[in-house]
């Protein structure tokens, strides 16, 4: 005996939360199957996320309570180098007024079962504590709904839409998308230490209910092409740190060293002083770009999110994206339902929509920056040493006139990097993002 | 002061299930053809530790980012997501 739907989603994520929206909208029997005990229990992101991408799911979701941390109104990048660095911020009274939440910090465990109840609440049937196990398929090998693992567990439907995040067990086994390879993949370790919020509004320089995001680049991840990030939560600082997995591989270094080590950053250790860990998590991030983003879709199947790899690592863009293709997933499913037809080629009108949208054309864009980090571990390395040194020697008053300290600085950088090798860098780098 | 790993995974909630589900496929190949090593120290959650004479799995501390099943370089462990519901639980995400 099994069930039968018209739409199976895999996973109560950002993606499979969006499309069930969309198609509970539109009237569409619809369920989203979830591993852990509730929607967002498994879930992890740095915490940021978009209210525009969020709106263009539910228009009104200021309206219905969603559970935002901080309201974003300053952006800083940190370049740090080993024990000190430079920073560069944004920040503008827009972002506190007319431009609110068109950057906030979340919490995912809460936001994504606040979204997921949004979806229950238009209709959607979403059962938690469930993981799927494998595809069914019809002669043809057509998906024609999952199997999961609890008992006569088979759910049989027209369509399913794969929204099961980047570590997919169903896709090592089933195939529907390659396993990735460890250097299209950065793990990152997070860490959410608790302090007063008081203490956070001064030591971010911000009112109640706004707050700070920091990327941080350059020597935190130890010659690794990785990055780092604090972010302001409510009661609460999230601090990230990643690297690509081969990275971790050949470097031989423990992710939850590194995470003690950029806790220990004197730029870091001030801002966390006295605040208390309260979780400690592990995640992967899309890494490959453009190139590594899977085939979307096939007979009877559709992949949204970081199952099918669409993250943009140079803006943090992730969860936005997620919902963004989860949507047009179920667009593309409703044109699908109206046509009575569920082949690849049929869907394939998704992947044509996602190719006009930001998602591919932003991809596209940064496609060669994966690269130009694997390539040029120097930024991670030599360069914010460089970086250290020159602004020290600038910095330092002790009496030598600044041309004596302008030709050591240049004296040093051309003992660790030739003038080949900087033209080279800058050149990559442009190019990378142009 | 400095945090140890098995600190930090007391901080988290865990719904643990007695059967593993990760499980390291042949023995024999982590002790003898195995040079790096590599889940003794890409697992952010120390899952794997060196014995005498084998690799011990504490699944129980699991982060399910699914690092060592891609990291392994001899593809030598087996590993699915926690039964439905079981596994970590996150409290703030």
């Known amino acids: ?434 | 002061m400095s945090m140890s790993v098995e600190d930090k995974l007391f901080l988290n909630r865990y719904q643990v299930h007695e059967e593993p589900h990760i499980r390291i496929l042949d023995q024999e190949t982590c002790m003898n053809d195995c040079r790096e090593q590599a889940c003794l120290f890409i697992c952010p959650a120390r899952v794997y530790q060196l014995e005498e004479d084998r690799i011990s799995v504490h699944y129980e501390g699991c982060l399910e980012c699914g690092t060592c099943r891609i990291g392994c370089p001899h593809l030598n462990i087996e590993w699915e997501f926690p039964k439905g519901g079981y596994g970590g639980r996150h409290k703030f995400g």
Request: negative net charge; hydrophobic residues 40%; glycine residues 10%.
């Open chain 1, 1 to 434: 005996m099994s069930e039968q739907f018209e739409v199976a989603i895999v996973g109560a994520g950002p993606a499979g939360i969006s499309a069930a929206c969309v198609l509970a909208d539109h009237g569409v029997e619809t369920i989203v199957l979830e591993r852990g005990e509730f929607p967002g229990a498994k879930n992890i992101s740095g915490g940021v996320l978009y209210g525009s991408d969020l709106a263009r799911i539910l228009p009104d979701f200021e309206d219905r309570k969603p559970p935002i941390e901080r309201n974003i109104v300053e952006q800083r990048i940190w370049y740090l180098a080993d024990q000190g660095g430079y920073t560069f911020s944004y920040r503008d009274g827009l972002f506190e007024t007319d431009l609110r939440n068109n950057v906030f910090t979340v919490g995912r465990a809460k936001f994504d079962r606040w979204f997921a109840n949004q979806a229950k609440r238009k209709g959607a049937l979403v059962v938690s504590g469930t993981v799927v196990t494998d595809l069914l398929r019809d002669e043809q090998g057509a998906v024609r709904g999952v199997r999961t693992d609890r008992p006569e567990g088979d759910v049989e439907a027209n369509v399913v839409l794969l929204s099961d995040g980047i570590n997919s067990p169903l896709a090592a086994q089933t195939g529907f998308r390659p396993e990735p390879e460890p250097d299209h993949v950065a793990l990152g370790v997070k860490e959410v230490i608790e302090l007063p919020r008081e203490t956070i509004n001064e030591r971010m320089n911000v009112p109640e209910a706004d707050g700070v995001t920091i990327e941080v680049l350059g020597a935190a991840t130890q010659g690794m092409n990785g990055v780092g990030a604090l972010y302001t939560n409510r009661d609460s600082l999230s601090l990230v740190i990643g690297a690509n997995v081969a990275d971790f591989r050949d470097h031989k270094k423990e992710p939850y060293e590194l995470m003690e080590d950029f806790k220990g950053h004197p730029m870091v250790s001030r801002l966390i002083e006295g605040g208390t860990p309260r979780e400690y998590m592990a995640h992967w991030l899309a890494e490959g770009g453009y190139d590594h983003i899977p085939e979307l879709c096939g007979d009877g199947f559709l992949i949204a999110g970081d199952s099918g790899m669409l993250f943009n690592a140079l803006h943090r863009e992730g969860s936005n994206m997620a919902m963004i293709s989860g949507k047009t997933a179920a667009e593309a499913i409703l044109e699908a339902r109206e046509q009575g037809r569920y082949d690849a080629n049929t869907l394939r009108a998704y992947t044509e929509r996602l190719r006009e949208s930001f998602i591919f054309k932003d991809l596209k864009k940064y496609r060669k920056f994966p690269g130009f980090l694997q390539k040029h571990k120097e930024l991670f390395s030599t360069l914010p040493e460089l970086g250290r040194h020159a602004a020290l020697e600038m910095l330092t008053v002790d009496g030598v006139p600044k041309k004596e300290k302008q030709r050591a600085i240049w004296k040093n950088i051309k003992r660790s990097m030739t003038r080949w090798g900087l033209f080279k860098l800058i050149w990559d780098g442009w190019r990378s993002v142009k």
